[in-house]
């Protein structure tokens, strides 16, 4: 089993950036396909951006060319920058695979407002 935490989250302006976190335990954790999931107040969760073992990464219209999904193996790590921050990306982000197939961590809140 993956144990996985997220961190980075916070209270942006619109406009502005943020890196997220997402440290995994476990040596499979090259191997996996993994994604970043947001859920805004009141909607289900979806997907945002997946990076696979080789680094080819996939995205939502709404976030592509403002979000960049990577990862470092050696760090049991995916990464999600965020940039150009709007409102409406305001949610708990989540890490897990994709598909996914670990429990979910607690998440980190990104809060954009002015």
């Known amino acids: 089993q993956v144990r996985l935490m997220e961190s980075g989250g916070g209270w942006v302006q619109p406009g502005g950036s943020l890196r997220l976190s997402c440290a995994g335990s476990?040596?499979?954790?090259?191997?996996?396909?993994w994604a970043w999931y947001l859920q805004a107040p009141g909607k289900e969760r979806e997907l945002v951006a997946s990076?696979?073992?080789?680094?080819?990464?996939e995205s939502l219209d709404s976030v592509r060319g403002r979000f960049t999904i990577s990862r470092d193996n050696a760090k049991n790590t995916v990464y999600l920058q965020m940039s150009s921050l709007k409102p409406e990306d305001t949610a708990v982000y989540y890490c897990?695979?994709?598909?996914?197939?670990?429990?979910w961590g607690k998440g980190t809140l990104v809060t954009v407002s002015s």
């Open positions: 476990g040596t499979i954790f090259r191997l996996i396909y």
């Open positions: 897990n695979a994709d598909p996914t197939r670990f429990s």
């Open positions: 990076i696979g073992s080789s680094s080819s990464t």
